[in-house]
């Protein structure tokens, strides 16, 4: 059987990445998911188990100190977000690729931790104020939630030199396309992950 590869997906939140991700996942090319545990509450359709494992802050920090995570982080003030060691293992072992959609933190510390395994993808906004008009059109935080994530952001694009490769999200078709053909290509001529760790 064919090992999976993985994939990664980073950017200040609003950029899009979600959208990109969502896409990829509707391709032809074996992703599953990595779902994170996350401490903050479910916004709009969100399912527990789909789109995060939506944990209690004791639950959250007591995995922490059995060491169940592969990284996590205090991504907002109060908000804690981390993959799972064990989604790692699940989707490995079901022989796909992972897609993994992390902060920027998180996502350089994955990169580092299985290099030339992992394809680390940061997806740009063309500019802040078009990522809190984003945010704001999609009304799914309160204004100080946002006003938070903008004051990050500046910050999180510090880390795009990170990552193997930027793509910018002006136009979403243009952004959907390249990051299918650097997936694919990725995929195709990267060497196969011989275990799952
Ligand atoms: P992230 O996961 O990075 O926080 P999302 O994927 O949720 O971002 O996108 C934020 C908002 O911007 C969503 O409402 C999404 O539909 C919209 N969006 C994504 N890409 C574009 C784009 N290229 N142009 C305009 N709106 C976009
Ligand atoms: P949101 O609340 O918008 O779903 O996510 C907020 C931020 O947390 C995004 O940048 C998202 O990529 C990041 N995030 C989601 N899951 C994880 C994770 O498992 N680890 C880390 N470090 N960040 C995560």
């Known amino acids: 059987m064919k090992e999976g590869k993985l994939v990664i997906f980073s950017a200040p939140s609003g950029a899009g990445k979600t959208t990109i991700v969502k896409h990829l996942l509707s391709l032809d090319l074996n992703f599953g998911f990595s779902i994170s545990a996350t401490t903050r509450k479910p916004r709009g359709a969100e399912q527990d188990g789909k789109d995060y494992y939506f944990l209690s802050p004791e639950d959250f920090r007591s995995r922490i100190d059995h060491d169940e995570f592969l ?10 977000y ?6 790692v293992d699940r989707i490995c072992k079901n ?3 992972i897609l993994f959609d992390v902060d ?12 030339e395994k992992a394809l680390a993808v940061f997806i740009q906004p063309p500019s802040i104020q078009e990522l809190e008009n984003r945010l704001i059109a999609r009304s799914t935080d309160h204004i100080e ?3 938070s994530r903008i004051a990050k952001a ?19 078709d243009d952004a959907f396309r390249e990051a299918e053909d650097k997936v ?11 275990n799952c760790n």
């Open 71 to 80: 990284e996590w982080e205090e991504v907002y003030p109060g908000c804690l």
């Open 82 to 87: 981390g993959t799972l060691k064990s989604e």
């Open 95 to 97: 022989g796909q690729n």
């Open 104 to 115: 920027v933190v998180g996502g350089s510390n994955i990169k580092k931790y299985y290099r």
């Open 145 to 147: 939630v946002i006003k």
């Open 154 to 172: 500046e910050h999180e694009l510090s880390y795009a030199n990170l990552f193997d490769i930027i793509i910018i999200n002006d136009r979403l």
């Open 184 to 194: 694919r290509q990725f995929l195709e001529k990267s060497p196969d992950w011989k």
